[in-house]
Protein backbone atom coordinates (compact mmCIF):
# COMPACT_ATOMS: atom_id res chain seq x y z
CA UNK A 1 0.00 0.00 0.00
CA UNK A 2 1.46 3.19 -0.95
CA UNK A 3 1.94 6.03 1.35
CA UNK A 4 2.99 9.97 -0.08
CA UNK A 5 4.92 11.28 2.99
CA UNK A 6 8.01 11.21 1.89
CA UNK A 7 10.43 13.75 -0.25
CA UNK A 8 11.48 12.73 -4.01
CA UNK A 9 14.83 11.63 -4.94
CA UNK A 10 17.26 14.41 -5.22
CA UNK A 11 17.80 15.89 -8.71
CA UNK A 12 13.99 15.29 -9.50
CA UNK A 13 11.89 17.76 -11.15
CA UNK A 14 8.07 17.33 -10.21
CA UNK A 15 5.43 18.55 -12.89
CA UNK A 16 3.11 21.54 -11.50
CA UNK A 17 0.44 19.30 -10.40
CA UNK A 18 2.25 17.12 -8.80
CA UNK A 19 3.97 19.05 -6.34
CA UNK A 20 1.64 19.20 -3.23
CA UNK A 21 2.69 15.64 -2.33
CA UNK A 22 5.95 14.13 -2.48
CA UNK A 23 6.86 10.34 -2.74
CA UNK A 24 10.20 9.28 -1.91
CA UNK A 25 10.34 7.82 -5.41
CA UNK A 26 7.38 8.96 -7.33
CA UNK A 27 5.71 12.90 -7.38
CA UNK A 28 2.38 12.38 -5.80
CA UNK A 29 -1.00 14.86 -6.34
CA UNK A 30 -3.39 15.06 -3.59
CA UNK A 31 -5.81 13.34 -6.03
CA UNK A 32 -3.56 10.24 -5.94
CA UNK A 33 -4.16 9.47 -9.38
CA UNK A 34 -0.06 8.63 -9.91
CA UNK A 35 0.25 6.41 -7.21
CA UNK A 36 -2.95 4.49 -8.81
CA UNK A 37 -0.97 4.11 -12.20
CA UNK A 38 1.97 3.17 -10.68
CA UNK A 39 0.15 0.61 -8.32
CA UNK A 40 -1.71 -0.97 -11.85
CA UNK A 41 0.91 -0.74 -14.06
CA UNK A 42 3.40 -2.02 -11.26
CA UNK A 43 5.94 0.39 -12.53
CA UNK A 44 6.85 2.17 -9.45
CA UNK A 45 8.77 0.93 -6.01
CA UNK A 46 6.65 2.71 -3.45
CA UNK A 47 7.68 2.41 0.34
CA UNK A 48 5.35 1.89 3.18
CA UNK A 49 5.87 4.48 5.62
CA UNK A 50 2.85 4.31 7.91
CA UNK A 51 0.37 2.17 7.46
CA UNK A 52 -2.83 3.69 8.53
CA UNK A 53 -1.74 7.00 6.50
CA UNK A 54 -1.05 4.28 3.57
CA UNK A 55 -4.45 2.44 4.33
CA UNK A 56 -6.35 5.81 3.22
CA UNK A 57 -4.35 6.79 0.73
CA UNK A 58 -4.38 3.38 -1.16
CA UNK A 59 -8.39 3.52 -0.20
CA UNK A 60 -8.76 6.91 -2.13
CA UNK A 61 -6.40 5.88 -5.19
CA UNK A 62 -8.34 2.88 -5.94
CA UNK A 63 -11.61 5.22 -5.80
CA UNK A 64 -10.16 8.14 -8.06
CA UNK A 65 -8.77 4.89 -10.81
CA UNK A 66 -11.69 3.27 -10.35
CA UNK A 67 -14.55 5.53 -10.27
CA UNK A 68 -12.97 8.00 -12.24
CA UNK A 69 -13.35 10.46 -8.62
CA UNK A 70 -11.64 12.98 -8.04
CA UNK A 71 -11.29 12.86 -4.27
CA UNK A 72 -8.45 14.12 -2.21
CA UNK A 73 -6.11 13.24 0.35
CA UNK A 74 -4.65 15.60 3.03
CA UNK A 75 -2.51 15.19 5.87
CA UNK A 76 -3.87 17.06 8.31
CA UNK A 77 -5.19 15.00 10.85
CA UNK A 78 -2.68 11.62 11.20
CA UNK A 79 -2.65 10.20 14.72
CA UNK A 80 0.58 8.23 15.49
CA UNK A 81 1.26 6.15 18.18
CA UNK A 82 3.99 3.34 19.75
CA UNK A 83 2.97 -0.21 21.59
CA UNK A 84 5.93 -0.02 23.49
CA UNK A 85 6.13 0.04 27.32
CA UNK A 86 4.87 3.08 28.13
CA UNK A 87 3.03 3.68 25.02
CA UNK A 88 2.97 6.99 23.34
CA UNK A 89 0.44 8.82 20.80
CA UNK A 90 0.65 11.72 19.35
CA UNK A 91 -1.52 14.15 16.83
CA UNK A 92 -0.77 17.65 15.88
CA UNK A 93 1.30 20.29 16.83
CA UNK A 94 4.01 20.24 20.02
CA UNK A 95 3.92 22.42 22.56
CA UNK A 96 6.67 23.93 21.45
CA UNK A 97 5.60 24.25 17.74
CA UNK A 98 2.25 25.28 18.73
CA UNK A 99 3.79 28.24 20.83
CA UNK A 100 5.57 29.73 18.30
CA UNK A 101 2.80 29.94 16.16
CA UNK A 102 -0.26 30.71 18.23
CA UNK A 103 -1.38 31.91 21.51
CA UNK A 104 -2.00 28.45 23.17
CA UNK A 105 -3.82 27.00 26.31
CA UNK A 106 -2.08 23.89 27.39
CA UNK A 107 -3.85 20.98 29.95
CA UNK A 108 -1.90 18.46 31.42
CA UNK A 109 -3.74 15.47 33.12
CA UNK A 110 -1.82 12.97 35.16
CA UNK A 111 -3.06 9.22 34.96
CA UNK A 112 -2.54 9.47 38.83
CA UNK A 113 -5.68 11.57 38.90
CA UNK A 114 -7.78 9.00 36.86
CA UNK A 115 -9.83 6.15 38.46
CA UNK A 116 -9.28 3.58 35.95
CA UNK A 117 -5.69 3.53 35.12
CA UNK A 118 -4.87 3.56 38.92
CA UNK A 119 -7.53 0.77 39.56
CA UNK A 120 -5.52 -1.24 36.64
CA UNK A 121 -1.77 -0.23 38.76
CA UNK A 122 -0.72 1.72 35.48
CA UNK A 123 -0.70 5.44 37.38
CA UNK A 124 2.10 6.46 35.58
CA UNK A 125 1.22 8.45 32.32
CA UNK A 126 -0.49 11.80 31.20
CA UNK A 127 -2.08 13.64 28.62
CA UNK A 128 -1.59 16.58 27.18
CA UNK A 129 -3.86 18.91 25.04
CA UNK A 130 -2.73 21.72 23.16
CA UNK A 131 -5.78 24.06 22.14
CA UNK A 132 -5.34 27.67 20.17
CA UNK A 133 -6.65 30.13 23.07
CA UNK A 134 -8.44 32.79 20.77
CA UNK A 135 -11.02 30.21 18.39
CA UNK A 136 -10.68 27.28 21.12
CA UNK A 137 -9.59 24.61 18.57
CA UNK A 138 -7.10 21.76 19.38
CA UNK A 139 -3.79 21.72 17.66
CA UNK A 140 -2.24 18.91 19.06
CA UNK A 141 -2.21 15.87 22.12
CA UNK A 142 0.37 14.13 23.39
CA UNK A 143 -0.26 10.52 26.01
CA UNK A 144 2.00 9.05 27.74
CA UNK A 145 1.17 5.71 29.56
CA UNK A 146 -1.59 2.78 29.01
CA UNK A 147 -3.71 2.51 25.75
CA UNK A 148 -2.01 5.74 24.80
CA UNK A 149 -2.94 4.70 21.17
CA UNK A 150 -5.99 4.35 21.94
CA UNK A 151 -6.75 7.35 23.86
CA UNK A 152 -5.15 9.61 21.00
CA UNK A 153 -8.15 8.59 18.38
CA UNK A 154 -10.46 10.25 21.03
CA UNK A 155 -8.81 13.63 19.74
CA UNK A 156 -8.38 12.99 16.09
CA UNK A 157 -12.15 12.40 15.89
CA UNK A 158 -12.54 15.70 18.37
CA UNK A 159 -10.33 17.26 15.89
CA UNK A 160 -11.80 16.10 12.40
CA UNK A 161 -15.21 17.21 13.74
CA UNK A 162 -13.47 20.90 14.66
CA UNK A 163 -14.92 20.24 18.35
CA UNK A 164 -13.84 23.32 20.22
CA UNK A 165 -12.84 22.31 23.98
CA UNK A 166 -15.93 23.81 26.15
CA UNK A 167 -17.58 21.06 23.57
CA UNK A 168 -14.78 18.39 24.35
CA UNK A 169 -15.08 19.22 28.16
CA UNK A 170 -18.93 18.81 27.65
CA UNK A 171 -18.81 15.08 26.45
CA UNK A 172 -19.93 12.14 28.57
CA UNK A 173 -17.15 9.82 28.36
CA UNK A 174 -17.37 6.28 29.45
CA UNK A 175 -16.51 5.54 33.19
CA UNK A 176 -13.69 4.36 34.05
CA UNK A 177 -11.49 4.79 31.40
CA UNK A 178 -8.41 6.28 30.48
CA UNK A 179 -10.10 7.99 27.16
CA UNK A 180 -11.28 10.41 30.37
CA UNK A 181 -7.97 12.36 30.21
CA UNK A 182 -8.87 13.54 27.42
CA UNK A 183 -12.12 15.15 28.64
CA UNK A 184 -10.76 16.36 32.01
CA UNK A 185 -7.86 18.29 29.90
CA UNK A 186 -10.39 19.82 28.23
CA UNK A 187 -12.10 20.94 31.39
CA UNK A 188 -8.52 22.36 32.96
CA UNK A 189 -8.09 24.19 29.57
CA UNK A 190 -11.97 25.92 30.04
CA UNK A 191 -11.10 26.63 33.86
CA UNK A 192 -7.98 28.66 32.62
CA UNK A 193 -9.82 30.37 29.84
CA UNK A 194 -11.78 31.39 32.20
CA UNK A 195 -14.90 29.81 30.32
CA UNK A 196 -16.24 27.93 33.24
CA UNK A 197 -14.98 26.62 36.58
CA UNK A 198 -13.66 22.83 37.48
CA UNK A 199 -13.12 21.60 40.95
CA UNK A 200 -9.29 20.63 41.00
CA UNK A 201 -7.67 17.73 40.93
CA UNK A 202 -6.76 15.74 44.09
CA UNK A 203 -3.55 15.61 43.66
CA UNK A 204 -2.86 19.51 42.95
CA UNK A 205 -4.22 19.68 46.66
CA UNK A 206 -1.04 17.96 47.81
CA UNK A 207 2.11 19.44 48.46
CA UNK A 208 4.69 18.01 46.47
CA UNK A 209 8.57 18.74 47.88
Not at 76 to 95: A, C, Q, R, W
Not at 167 to 184: D, K, M
Amino acid sequence: MPSSHAKGAPGEDAPADHKPVINRHVYVPHYLHLIANAVTSGGSRIYLEKFGVGLNEGRIAAENAVLGTRRRFTHDIVPTGSFTDPEYGSIGLTESEARARYDCAVGVVRYEDLLRPVADGRPDGFCKLIVESRRRYVLGAHVLGEYSAEVIQMVAACMAANLRVEQIAELQLAFPTFTEAVGTAAQLIVQDLGIAPIAPSWSSLVPRS
